[in-house]
């Protein structure tokens, strides 16, 4: 039996509790559970964390017993998802309060993007499954849905890049992963979820007289549901029973009434039946009860009321796009429709309720399918999948990274230890840098002769190459002649432009001629598009103007390039630790990062065990044994 392990499973945006069917939660909370309780039976320490929406909601157990902890972020109230992405700091926060666990697994982009830096922070596998892909959900969108955000697209991402493992439920999700996203093939696997065959089985009696059709699905455009009732107009009297089982999801009002609307339009009122969300029991037992179950989705990543039904002997009709062509094999848990026609679907429902002795065979062969998996197994192969795992944060990065950074020493400060990460891992960094850093101020000793020479701008050049070969070597190119700004410090503590900022100054060019620079410099140090831009935030760390011009340019590239652009997070300006990516630096990355450091002569000094900083304004910190950074877009 192995070793107990301390599983963290996260659900920032729906609690696990919530009955499937009600508000935003559905098959991912099946699944949530599901999991949970498979590894509670198997002795894991295993919690389940969610955000508090209510000022009685403190903690809570599942059915099989798992603990589910409900953290504090944002109003207890409910959030809409769009408003989410404001308390996933929080979160994080409240997780970092936790006894740390030995394995993290984030469901929905939501919680990847909140629980990822925490992972990282405790050295723990942190393990993506998006549950639906929005690119995905994007490319098949229904008629009156809305479009994901750009950001929830290049947050997923970042999370399959960064995460050290990304589950999908389906064949076609992976495919839908990897094709939108492109990581590394090895970091997507397949984890089929099971069915609970204890509560979905066959039912004892025989039959009802009149055929019933069922939906089991939240209200709202992706799922479909209009599709069912304009088959079911379209079937000859007597018609069957259709039971639409599911609440209205949160922002789908229009479409709800839309439905009823057309239901009594059509004359459907004594054929169909709206019932509300379900309990698992309930639903249990509409299952038995139906004579096939109707899952006219637009897209599913895999489809799991497919499953409970086959468990149930029920057999399932489908469009058999994404994950459903594997979560109802065609003639063996039920029938595809290649259209969403409402004839051609009339016309499969037509014949199978005609053909009795067929739909019995279907359902023996479904009732096959389904107890084939439960989730025992399940929960098997996902520890399976993570024993061997290795944290490495440097993947968020991709392959080609390219790190932006206005004067000679910043790479190094704030930048080091990454690089030095990123080369040993066998990734490709490249730098560019903005200015030789020719107007700043050069530490007290047998250098500063050079403050304010013409000398200082080659000197500094020659303390960058050498710094860089610390680093690993990682090729470097300056943007072109733009000259150092200067700056001057405010009464605030922050920098701001000098007076006598010359006319080639970096923070005074056209933001657009900067941004021409640096896509050549890309082209010709990458050999290529990057896979991501890092640079300062919107302040420019401490205010410098040309580190704010480069934020600026870092946006612009990172939208030309459609990569993710990550923010450098410095502690030692703000005091702020809030991060979406946590690089941890032990042995040699470190060691490189200081003596990287050190090779800024003119800069800054190094000294002391553990290794302290002195800068030429005689401001001392901390060499940072952790690099962070957020991601900005």
Not at 38 to 65: P, Q
Not at 557 to 583: T, W
Request: cysteine-free; glycine content about 10%.
């Amino acid at each position: 039996m192995p070793e107990p392990r301390r599983i963290a499973l996260v659900s920032l945006h729906t609690s696990p509790l919530d009955a499937p069917g009600t508000g935003d939660a559905g098959g991912m909370n099946v699944v949530l559970v599901g999991l949970a309780d498979a590894l509670t039976a198997a002795g894991h320490d295993v919690e389940l964390l969610t955000r508090a929406r209510s000022a009685d909601e403190t903690e809570g157990r599942t059915v099989g017993g798992t603990l589910v902890r409900f953290l504090e972020a944002g109003p207890r109230a409910s959030v809409a998802k769009g408003e989410l992405p404001a308390h996933l700091g929080e979160f994080g926060e409240r997780m970092r309060e936790l006894e740390p666990f030995d394995l993290v697994h984030s469901h929905y982009w939501l919680s990847g993007a909140a629980a990822l830096p925490v992972a990282e922070e405790w050295g723990v596998p942190h393990v993506q499954s998006l549950h639906t892909v929005a690119a995905l959900k994007n490319a098949h969108l229904a008629p009156g849905d809305r479009p994901e955000p750009a950001s929830r697209v290049a947050a997923e991402r970042m999370l399959v890049h960064a995460s050290e493992l990304t589950l999908a439920l389906s064949a076609a999700e992976r495919a839908a992963v990897l094709d939108a996203y492109a990581p590394p093939g090895e970091r997507v696997r397949v984890l089929a979820p099971g069915a609970d065959t204890a509560l979905f089985h066959p039912a004892a009696a025989a039959p009802a007289a009149r055929p019933t059709l069922l939906v089991l699905a939240r209200i709202q455009p992706l799922k479909g549901v209009d599709l069912a009732v304009e088959a079911l107009a379209l079937l000859p009297e007597p018609r069957p029973r259709l039971v639409i089982a599911g609440g209205t999801s949160p922002g789908h009002d229009d479409y709800a009434a839309a439905l009823h609307r057309r239901v009594h339009e059509l004359g459907l009122d004594d054929d169909v039946q709206f019932l509300p969300p379900q309990t698992r029991a309930e639903a249990a037992a509409l299952l038995r009860e139906a004579t096939l179950l109707l899952v006219p989705s637009h897209s599913e990543t895999f489809g799991l009321v497919a499953l409970e039904a086959a468990a149930s002997g029920t057999p399932v009709v489908t469009s058999g796009t994404g994950g459903l062509a594997e979560s109802v094999p065609d003639g063996v848990s039920g029938v595809h429709v290649g259209s969403r026609r409402p004839e051609d679907w009339a016309e499969v429902l037509g014949r199978l309720l005609a053909d009795e002795a067929g739909l019995e065979r279907l359902g023996a062969t479904a009732l096959q399918h389904g107890r084939a998996r439960d989730w025992e197994a399940a929960a098997t192969e996902l520890l399976a999948e993570v024993a061997a795992l290795e944290p490495d944060p440097t993947a968020v990065f991709g392959e080609r990274p390219v790190f932006l950074h206005a004067h000679p020493d910043d790479e190094s400060i704030s930048t080091g230890g990454t690089l030095a990460a990123l080369v040993a891992a066998g990734r490709h960094p490249v730098i560019l840098t903005g200015t030789r850093g020719e107007r700043g101020e050069v530490v007290p000793g047998e250098l500063h002769h050079l403050e304010g020479t013409p000398e200082l701008a080659p000197h500094r050049e020659q303390e960058l190459a050498r710094a860089l070969h610390e680093l690993g070597g990682v090729p470097q190119s300056f943007l072109g002649a733009y000259s150092d700004s200067g700056m001057e410090w405010g009464d605030d503590g922050f920098a701001r432009a000098a007076d006598d900022a010359p006319a080639a100054a970096l923070s005074l060019a056209p933001l657009e001629t900067v941004v021409g620079a640096v896509i050549g410099g890309v082209e010709r140090l990458a050999g290529g598009a990057p896979t991501s831009v890092v640079s300062y935030d919107g302040l420019g760390g401490y205010g410098h103007p040309d580190h704010v011009r480069m934020h600026d340019a870092a946006r612009e590239i990172a939208r030309h390039y459609g990569v993710p652009f990550f923010a450098i997070v410095e502690p030692r300006v703000d005091g702020s630790v809030v991060a979406d990516v946590v690089v941890p630096l032990q042995g040699e990355p470190l060691r490189r990062k200081v003596a990287a450091m050190a090779a800024h002569a003119t800069q800054l000094t190094v000294a002391g065990d553990p290794p302290r900083f002195t800068l030429s304004g005689a401001q001392t910190h901390d060499v940072a044994d952790v690099e962070r950074y957020r991601f900005a877009g």
